[in-house]
């Protein structure tokens, strides 16, 4: 079997679902392109995820790849209740009531349970229902009321979804059912845990705590307090997810692109990875073509330097699953081919103050890759964090790490640029070059006349110690006989 390796930088994400369910279809899909697997917890049984997750593992056993593993928390889902004659179509201007009344719903009143709401209403505060498609402005409000005018009329229907952009609310981002399924993903094996309903820095350390370093945090950006908070927010968090769906219901669309811009530039000053998610290539659900559009949406999460792109619906419960991950795919490697591709990188890379000697190490490879004849920078790490810095600095040639774990080896496969290898813990640094020599060989990185750079940290086996850079030949006599001293 062929070494597997990506010829592009930025990570895919494919959800799994009812038409990726299979060893074949997930094998199929990891060999296309996708680098780690989202298991969307508002979906299918434990039963049904235990089973996606040993299917992956197996793939991951098979190829002999780490692979990444994602599992997506629903969050709390504020729902109106129920209609007595069926659907209700509300028109520009008249008044609606929504109130704590479980009697069922009409043309002028209905449910809506949630007590929270109504604590931080205000007058003039808008109320989103079914995804925005109809809008409330709030005029009088009370403990258990809030009557409203119509602004955008529709139909509504038994328990629609409910957003309210203007308020910071009461409401804890782990559900019940979030934390029994936190501790499930956990318990299964999982690499990372997607937190949704995020709105303060608190609701992430409350995961954080609950998981006990057994998965590390993505912090889900959905909801107009997340934008507010970012940066107390990441700063707590490991990863970062712009969800724009939600953020375009509850922010003007004009808002997102900014926003996304933004989230992905301070993500990746802290060296943390960022996914940009949401109807990226959304047609692929029922068509084999994506639109212009999309591919231009997704190249633009490219070109800005993002860690990874994700498909939702597409890979999980379309029709060409396979052909959504290989277009993202194809996508990546023609913009990052691209010599404006390099220079857009280049221009957006923040000036990073190197207070550590980590810092300066991987800001040195960075530049000495780029000016000198440097095919690979290769990392060995306990932790990761080294692999991070480096790819922070988005350098123009491919980052490999070496670790002796293969959890980190996992959680890597989400960060931009980084190849993943688990590599037996060595004890000198004479070791340490021979095994990225022979990693950088087998997986086409390098050939015996090229050159790569090797950062670790003396005392080995010791995580945040990244003190060394050195240039190694990749001659044969190196993975025979040891490097010369």
Known sequence: MTALRRHRMIKIVATLGPSSSTYEMIRALFEAGADV??????????????????????????????????????????????????????????????????????????????PEIFEVLEPGAELLVNDGKVRLKVNDCGPDFADCTVTVGGVISDR?????????????????KDRKDLEFACRLGVDWLALSFVQRPSDVLEARELAQGRAAILSKIEKP?????FDEILAVSDGIMVARGDLGVELPVQNVPPIQKRLVRKSRAAAKPVIVATQMLESMIESP?????????????????????????????????????????????????DPNYVDVIDASRKHVNHHSIADG?????????????????????????????????????????????VGVARRYSLTWGVHCEQVTEVERFKQAVINAVRVTRKYGFATEKDQILVTAGIPFNQPGT????????????????????
């Open 361 to 405: 190490i991987v800001a040195a490879a960075r530049e000495l890759a780029e000016k000198t004849d440097i095919a690979a920078i290769c990392c060995f790490t306990e932790s990761g964090t080294t692999a991070s810095l480096v790819a922070r600095e988005r350098p123009h040639v491919p980052i490999l790490a070496l670790t002796p774990f």
């Open 225 to 229: 307090a997340a934008v507010k908070a």
């Open 160 to 176: 629609k979804g409910v957003n309210v952009p203007d308020a910071v609310l009461p409401v804890a981002a782990l559900s019940e």
């Open 37 to 114: 697997f989202r298991l969307n917890m508002s979906h299918g049984t434990h039963e049904e995820t235990a089973q996606r997750h040993a299917i992956i593992r197996k793939v991951e056993a098979d190829l002999g790849r780490p692979i990444g593993i994602l599992a997506d928390l629903q969050g709390p889902k504020l729902r109106i209740g129920a209609f007595a004659d069926g659907p209700v179509d509300l028109q520009v201007g008249q008044a609606y009531r929504l109130d704590l009344d479980d009697t069922p719903g009409d043309e002028k009143r209905v449910n809506l349970p949630h």
């Open 466 to 485: 990244t003190n060394i850079l050195r240039v190694a030949p990749c001659a044969e006599h190196l993975i025979v006989q040891g490097e010369p001293e």
């Open 289 to 337: 073509m994506p639109t212009r559009a999309e591919v231009s949406d997704v190249a633009t999460a490219i070109y800005e330097g993002a860690d990874a792109v994700m498909l939702s619906a597409e890979s999980a419960a379309g029709q060409f699953p396979i052909e959504a991950v290989t277009t993202m795919n194809n996508v990546a490697i023609e913009v990052e081919s």
